[in-house]
């Protein structure tokens, strides 16, 4: 069995934690919808994530805190800001009920075993200080609906007096239905086009951007296996401990006109690959049946080299402000192997705060020339 006993016992402590954890607000707050917002893993819900994927014999369980957020605003001249996010998030992962690599298409070296990540995030973008045209267009409509709503909640109100209604209840109904309409007009634009036009929030925020949001982070990852295999000279079962590293970096880009995000990664990687599995039968001696025994041929092969990658995040379908389905591809390239990977999440499965955390993976590596299948849940969809 792989060392991982440290993760699988935090695992618990943690998740209960991610359920009690009151929800922490975006980054961004004028531009975190759609377009703009920074990755969902490093900047969104709770600052303690719990995560679980699940395949066939592949199973892996995380959990991410996040252990720093700073957010800042600098005013520049033209009436715009740039607002910038840091953040360093630190991630706890094993593989379990399983012995393989629970996301083999990632071409990940350190995927089979127990591994500790930290990441530094920076994100900033251009924003504006002042309301545009099509703003002012999707907020009076949302007033509009407002007040449409006010003056069909006070006829009622009146209707329910009756024929001879006293006029203290009659004052009581025009002051409330007189503080509705002012509310009507005076609230902010979020708050009125969330309660009643939420389908244009996200234009509305996009209209927030001047220009793309960029975005870059920096990783570093140690990680542990115990890997166990069948010595070939004396077919006799064994185990060794080896320890691995990788850090890496990356840069994304969030387009102002589209729910998209783009990023190109690289990372170096140093990890061991255990052997193929083989059934191993000793020579017959005498009149004893032989018996075979399977498992890992020799000890693990060290690997190590570069691994590129390039990911694509969009939402696809929305509905009264709610995501209903999102993907995020993500192709790999591992340069010492000469191996290319690619991994497809759907994201359909909804949680709390209208963001999808769940869905399905199809992932293909070259070397293996098959398709593998998997769930995931508690992975909120972020751009």
Known sequence: MRARNFVLSTVPTLALLVASGAVQAQSISTASIDAGAPNGDTAQANPVKFELLAGADKKEASVKIRLFDSLSNDLKKGGSSFDQSRQLTVTLSTPWDGENDAVPASLDKLASGTKIKFEFAFFGMETRNSTTPRQNEISQKARRICISKANEGYAQRLSALGQSPIQESITAVNKTHAETISNCETDDSNSVITAFSKDDLPAYTRENLIEAGIGFSLDAS??????EYIDPTNLTKQSVSKASWSAGASVRKYFASAPVMVSLSADYQSGYKEGDKTIFCPAAVGPAPVVCIQGNAGPPVHQEGAIVRFNLRSRLLQKNGKSLLAVSPLVSYDTSEDVWGAEL?????????????????????????DVTFGLFIGAAFGM
Do not use: M
């Open 345 to 369: 999440p759907i994201y359909f499965i909804p949680g709390k705060d209208d963001s999808l955390t769940g869905g399905i993976k199809v992932g293909y590596r070259s070397d293996k020339k």
């Open 222 to 227: 140690i990680g542990h296996n115990k890997f």
